[in-house]
Nanobody
C-alpha cells in the first residue's frame, strides 16, 4: 500500500515536500520507487525514480529542482520540490515495482500505485 501526503497550494518559486508511506512485505530498499504526475487533460508522466542502490533518474524539466529520496527506517519515499512553477501543477503519485531494472520512468513498469496528492502552483 502506498499513501501520499504533503501536497498543497504554493506560489511560483515556492517549495513542497511530498511523502509516500510504503506498507509492504518487501523491504523498501528492495523496491524500485518513483514519483509520477498527471495534469488535467495530459498523460501521466514519470518525474523521478530511485533504484535499489539509490541511483536516481529525473524528468529533464525537474532536474536541479526536485530530489527523490527514501528513508528505509521510516518506510517512506520523499520528493523534495523547489522553485516550483505553474507547469508543475498536477496530481502526484508514488509508484513501485519489483522488476530487476529500476529507475525507469515509464508508467507500464510500475505495478503498485498510491491514490495521489494534489500540487497546485500559482
Amino acid at each position: 500500500q502506498l499513501v501520499e501526503s504533503g501536497g498543497g497550494s504554493v506560489q511560483a518559486g515556492g517549495s513542497l515536500r511530498l511523502s509516500c508511506a510504503v506498507s509492504s512485505s518487501t523491504a523498501l530498499s528492495d523496491l524500485c520507487l518513483a514519483w509520477f504526475r498527471q495534469a488535467p487533460g495530459k498523460e501521466r508522466e514519470g518525474v523521478a525514480a530511485i533504484g535499489r542502490s539509490r541511483n536516481t533518474n529525473y524528468l529533464e524539466s525537474v532536474k536541479g529542482r526536485f530530489t527523490i529520496s527514501r528513508v528505509t527506517a521510516e518506510n517512506t519515499l520523499y520528493l523534495e520540490m523547489n522553485n516550483l512553477n505553474p507547469e508543475d501543477t498536477a496530481m502526484y503519485y508514488c509508484a513501485a515495482h519489483l522488476n530487476p531494472a529500476c529507475t525507469g520512468l515509464g508508467v507500464p513498469q510500475y505495478n503498485y500505485w498510491g491514490q495521489g496528492t494534489q500540487v497546485t502552483v500559482s
